[in-house]
């Protein structure tokens, strides 16, 4: 089965700072991969997902992630974080028939003033 | 209102006791899934049902049962509640279509006293 690691478990950043969260996936064939978002008292919110295609993909809140195979790792980044970034974030990966999405442990973003 | 919307919101319980978290969508999606979450350690796939006559066990079914009243519709039951339950149990759904990624409610935070 597929399995995810997210090697930070909590990031401070500056606001303003970029920012990137690693993700590192253990998957036989092509991977679907996602990056989840969740606000504190919230549910998970999508935020960019990766299929196929161009491996470098866009999603909301001015965030972006990008597949590289030959690591084995989908990380996402963020130019200038805003306060209202901080929040805990999840890698995701799923398999051809979407039965099975196994989700990293997640890593907490803190955004210092 | 809300594509999945899960109830209870909070939710405290003797042990022993039987349970039953509710959850409900109007995406129109055929899938739904049950994961708790645990700090540290993501989300873990409880149940998942890919029509109302398809139900599946996850990772982690042992305690746990399930209920597909209707496409919208998927309960998750805890025949007597033990304390290492304790979590934020949520409801996801998806398309068919791998890529599509899930849409998840907001959470039942759920004590086992």
């Known amino acids: 089965a597929q399995s995810v690691t997210q090697p930070d478990i909590h990031i401070t950043v500056s606001e303003g700072a970029s920012l990137e969260l690693r993700c590192n996936y253990s998957?036989?064939?092509?991977?679907?991969l996602f990056w989840y978002v969740q606000s504190p008292g919230q549910g998970l919110q999508l935020l960019l997902k990766y299929f196929s295609g161009d491996t470098l993909v866009q999603g909301i809140k001015g965030f972006e992630a990008e597949f590289k195979r030959s690591q084995s790792s989908f990380n996402l980044r963020k130019p200038s974080v805003h306060w209202s970034d901080a929040a805990e974030y999840f890698c995701?990966?799923?398999?051809?028939?979407?039965?099975?999405?196994?989700f990293g442990a997640g890593t907490r973003l803190t955004v210092k003033p | 209102d809300a594509d999945v919307t899960q109830t209870p919101r909070n939710r405290i319980t003797k042990t022993g006791k039987r349970i039953m978290l509710e959850c409900s969508q109007t995406k129109g999606h055929d899938r739904m899934y049950w994961y708790r979450q645990d700090p540290g350690l993501g989300l873990r796939l409880i149940y998942y049902s890919f029509d109302v006559k398809d139900i599946n066990k996850g990772e982690i079914s042992d305690g746990y049962s399930v209920s597909r009243q209707a496409q919208a519709k998927f309960s998750l039951s805890l025949e007597s509640a033990i304390p290492n339950q304790t979590a934020l149990y949520f409801c996801?759904?998806?398309?068919?279509?791998?890529?599509?990624?899930?849409?998840f409610g907001s959470g039942t935070r759920l004590t086992v006293v």
């Open positions: 995701a990966v799923g398999a051809a028939n979407n039965n099975d999405m196994r």
């Open positions: 996801a759904t998806s398309p068919t279509v791998p890529s599509g990624g899930y849409t």
């Open positions: 998957y036989g064939a092509t991977p679907y």
